[in-house]
C-alpha cells in the first residue's frame, strides 16, 4: 500500500539522517513498519516534496516495486529521493534488504534523480540502531521521535500520529454497521427529505445549509453522531453541488480552528453515512486533511471515497493529484470561497463561549 504526504505545514530540513528516521511518524501520520518510505528532495535545496510509503516486498518483486515507485520523482520538482526501509535485522554484511537498495539505486540512475541517502532501521523507536547503505561508518541509534523538531511543529499544528496505519484507518470503519444498513434502506425507500410540495430550489438549499450548521453545531455541544433521521437529511444534503462547493471552502485557509473542526465533522459523517452517500463527507475530509498536510489521513478519505462512489469525479481527481504529490497550494481553487460566504455556512460560536477548536486538536472523534 502506498501513502504520499504532501507537507502542507512549514517543515524543518532534515538533513541528520537519524532526525529524518525519527521524524517519519510525524511526516507520515503513523509509525511505519516493515516500510520502504521514499522522500522526495524538491529543487532547489533539500525540502520534502512527495513522500511514498510501501510494504516491503518479497525479493522477488523488489525490482517491480522500485520501477513502480521511482517514476513518480520523475519531474521537473524533485531533483533526488532519500529511500528509508523499515524492518528486518542486521548481520556481519550490514543491514538488510540490500537488494532492494540497490534496485532503487538503479532505478534512480535510470531517471536521472540522485540517492541522498539510503537509510535503514529496523523500527522507529527511541535507541533503535540506524546505518546506511552505502557508508559503515554512517550509523548511530535514533533519538525519542517524540522529542524531534518536527514533531513539536506537527503537534502545535494540530497534526495527530497513530501508532500503526491499521489504527488510522480504523477511525474511517463505521461507528454502527446496523445504524449504516438502517440508514442505506432509509435513502433507498424515502423520498428526499429536505424537498416538498411547493418547495423551489432556493428553499431546498437553505434546508440542507440549516441541516448542515445543525450538525456543526451538535459537535460543538457534544451531543454525538446524528440519528437516522438526521443522518438521512444530511445525505441529501451535501449531495448539491452548491453544498459541496461550501464544504470544500471551509478546508481553506487551512490551520485554522475551523478547519480542524469541519475535518471532525466530516470524519464523523463518514462513519455515520452509507455509500454511496458517504462518498461526500469522505470528499470533504479528504480535501481537508490534504490542505492541512495530513497525507495520510487524506489519502484514505479519497479512497473511501471512491470505493463508495467509484463515478465521483471529484473524488477521483482528488485522488489522482494526491497519487502523484500535488503541492496542495495547486488545488485551492477547487474551494468557492464566495460560495460558504453567500450561503452562511459557518455557524457562529454560541453565546458565551469560547470559540470551539482554538486549543490543539486531541484525536479524531471515534464515537
Not at 550509523?139 to 500520529?161: N, Q, S
Not at 431546498?204 to 460543538?220: G, I, K, M, Q, Y
Not at 470533504?284 to 498536510?293: E, I, Q
Request: hydrophobic share 40%.
Amino acid at each position: 500500500m502506498t501513502t504520499s504526504t504532501p507537507p502542507g505545514i512549514s517543515r524543518a530540513t532534515l538533513s541528520n539522517p537519524a532526525d529524518l528516521i525519527a521524524s517519519l511518524p510525524y511526516l507520515l501520520g503513523f509509525r511505519p513498519e516493515e516500510s520502504l518510505v521514499l522522500l522526495g528532495h524538491r529543487v532547489p535545496g533539500t525540502t520534502i516534496g512527495l513522500m511514498l510509503r510501501a510494504d516491503l516486498p518479497p525479493r522477488e518483486l523488489q525490482a517491480q516495486q522500485a520501477e513502480a515507485l521511482i517514476p513518480r520523482f520523475d519531474d521537473p520538482e524533485h531533483n533526488g529521493v532519500t529511500a528509508v526501509i523499515v524492518g528486518g535485522s542486521a548481520d556481519e554484511h550490514g543491514p538488510p534488504h540490500r537488494t532492494l537498495a540497490a534496485e532503487l539505486e538503479r532505478c534512480l540512475a535510470r531517471h536521472n534523480l540522485r540517492l541522498f541517502h539510503g537509510l535503514w532501521t529496523p523500527e522507529v523507536e527511541r535507541g533503535a540502531p540506524w546505518s546506511c547503505y552505502r557508508d559503515p561508518d554512517c550509523c548511530g541509534v535514533l533519538p525519542d521521535p517524540r522529542e524531534t523538531v518536527l514533531a513539536a511543529a506537527t503537534t502545535e499544528a494540530g497534526f495527530v500520529v497513530f501508532r500503526s496505519r491499521e489504527e488510522l484507518a480504523a477511525v474511517l470503519e463505521p461507528r454502527s454497521p446496523e445504524a449504516i444498513a438502517r440508514r442505506a434502506a432509509l435513502l433507498e425507500s424515502a423520498p428526499e427529505p429536505l424537498c416538498g410540495p411547493g418547495r423551489s430550489a432556493s428553499d431546498v438549499l437553505d434546508a440542507a445549509v440549516t441541516e448542515l450548521r445543525a450538525a456543526f453545531l451538535r459537535h460543538r455541544r457534544g451531543e454525538g453522531p446524528p440519528d437516522d433521521d438526521q443522518a438521512v437529511r444530511l445525505a441529501h444534503a451535501l449531495m448539491l453541488t452548491p453544498i459541496r462547493d461550501a464544504c470544500l471552502a471551509l478546508a481553506v485557509p487551512p490551520h485554522t480552528s475551523l478547519t480542524r473542526e469541519a475535518e471532525e465533522v466530516w470524519l464523523t459523517l463518514v462513519r455515520e453515512l452509507p455509500p454511496p452517500h458517504r462518498a461526500e463527507a469522505a470528499l470533504y475530509l479528504g480535501y481537508t486533511a490534504l490542505m492541512r498536510g495530513e497525507g495520510a489521513l487524506a489519502g484514505m478519505a479519497l479512497a473511501n471515497a471512491v470505493e463508495a462512489d467509484p463515478e465521483h469525479l471529484v473524488a477521483q481527481l482528488l485522488q489522482t493529484a494526491w497519487n502523484i504529490g500535488t503541492d496542495p497550494v495547486k488545488l485551492t481553487g477547487l474551494a468557492d470561497l464566495s460560495t460558504a460566504a453567500d450561503l452562511g455556512l459557518s455557524p457562529p460560536p454560541e453565546p458565551g463561549k469560547e470559540e470551539p477548536g482554538a486549543g490543539r486538536r486531541s484525536g479524531p472523534p471515534r464515537g
